[in-house]
């Protein structure tokens, strides 16, 4: 059953800031910390030379040498964040170090039991999310200067190179576009509880053109990013260890469970930015993609996953379009639905070519100077999806949102 909706006219003022969502950088950790306190440097050592030790097949023994560390001594969120982000990192190394057919099934003892603990505190699974590859990884070179990719560096980082720094600060740079976004959301939900017609119209034309922000930041991957660098070399290190052949059982917390544990890797459903926009807009997806993007709603830190789901009991905008009938309210709605369509239409043309058409060539023919194509997520996501039928059931479940000036739903093409 459903949540009741609360009452617009009893609802307290909608804010941002209570959710741990910055106005200026929406879900980005503001200012992420770049070191952790002294006692970690065991951890920082390892983690800043992940490239090198992974790609030296080094990165294992120096995992097993790790001194076991007390994270009593972390102090404050964003200590804990650069924490789980730096444990995730080496828990990723450390499996997939020797590629898919050969993953480590346990993880010892001194990288588990910190790598649970900080996770717990924080409510984070165990594993690399979205919010540690992306929301937690950037920093700018001069302080002073803009948010764009060339003011902008990594704070830690994978096997890839400039493949892999592209990928994360173009993800980056979309996160900072549907901050506009997210501030008018919120901005649309208290218009709707203060019945405020215009202020609604005018949030809903600014959250259009935060998602046509979004869609072009998104086209920065194609500079930045190399199809085959991507398929072969950056890849693996964001799959998980459920709904992924390549390591059927799971993992073994050493310390914490003798029976292996399975956690989704990294997917681009655990960035917050369109689950926010589907529940304000109203858009209700099919069974199985719903399952699967609630379930993706745990790798979220918890302030956020309870955003969106602020936003699924307080939102009456669909309800109010309908009743409103023609006007300027129902053309914005339609308006951010087919901005919102067209950006899915974007990614799945991106993910098209960066893995669609990728794994295919390389299956034929691989550049000599990458590995073996990996095979276990072939054609699906990270995430461990089915990713194109995911991607295209979403879009189509966008565009059928879309309402008739009587108040009625589009009908499917």
Not at 132 to 144: A, C, G, P, Q
Not at 198 to 224: E, F, K, P, V
């Amino acid at each position: 059953m459903e949540p009741q909706r609360q009452n617009p006219k009893t609802t307290l003022q909608f804010s941002l800031g209570r959710y741990h969502i910055s106005e200026e950088y929406g879900f980005l950790l503001p200012n992420p910390l770049k070191e952790l306190p002294d006692h970690y440097r065991p951890w920082m050592e390892i983690a800043s030379n992940l490239p090198h030790l992974i790609q030296s097949h080094q990165l294992r023994a120096h995992v097993n040498k790790m001194p076991l560390l007390d994270v009593q001594f972390l102090k404050g969120y964003k200590e804990l964040r650069l924490a789980h982000f730096v444990l995730s990192a080496i828990t990723m190394g450390y499996v997939w170090q020797e590629g898919e057919t050969q993953p480590k099934e346990v993880l010892p003892r001194n990288l588990a039991l910190p790598f649970v603990e900080v996770s717990r505190t924080l409510g984070l699974p165990p594993i690399l999310v979205h919010a540690d590859l992306v929301l937690t990884n950037w920093t700018k070179r001069n302080s002073e200067g803009p948010m764009e990719i060339g003011n902008l560096e990594t704070i830690i980082s994978f096997p890839g190179g400039q493949s892999l720094k592209g990928f994360v600060l173009v993800t980056v740079l979309v996160e900072k576009a549907a901050a506009p976004g997210i501030k008018a959301l919120a901005q649309a939900v208290n218009a709707l509880q203060q019945s405020n017609q215009d202020a609604l119209i005018h949030a809903l034309q600014q959250l259009r053109l935060s998602i046509l922000d979004i869609t072009r930041t998104l086209g920065q991957m194609h500079d930045y990013v190399d199809p085959d660098i991507f398929y072969a070399v950056i890849r693996i290190f964001l799959s998980g260890w459920q709904d992924n052949p390549a390591m059927p059982s799971g993992l073994i917390y050493e310390g914490i469970s003798t029976k292996p544990l399975k956690y989704s890797g990294g997917s681009a459903a655990q960035s917050s930015v369109l689950h926010a926009l589907d529940e304000f807009l109203g858009i209700r997806h099919s069974k199985e993609s719903a399952a699967f993007l609630h379930r993706m709603r745990d790798y979220m830190p918890p302030s956020h996953k309870a955003f969106i789901e602020k936003i699924h009991s307080v939102s009456s905008l669909r309800e109010h379009v309908m009743s409103s009938g023609l006007g300027q309210c129902l053309t914005s709605y339609n308006q951010c639905l087919k901005a919102l369509a067209e950006l899915r239409s974007y990614h799945i043309a991106m993910v098209t070519k960066y893995l669609i058409i990728t794994a295919s060539k390389a299956r034929s023919k691989r550049p000599a100077h990458l590995p073996g194509p990996p095979q276990a997520l072939e054609g699906r996501g990270t995430g461990g999806t089915a990713v194109l039928s995911f991607l295209k059931s979403v879009r189509d479940k966008t565009l059928e949102a879309m309402l008739h000036p009587s108040g009625t739903m589009q009908s499917p093409p």
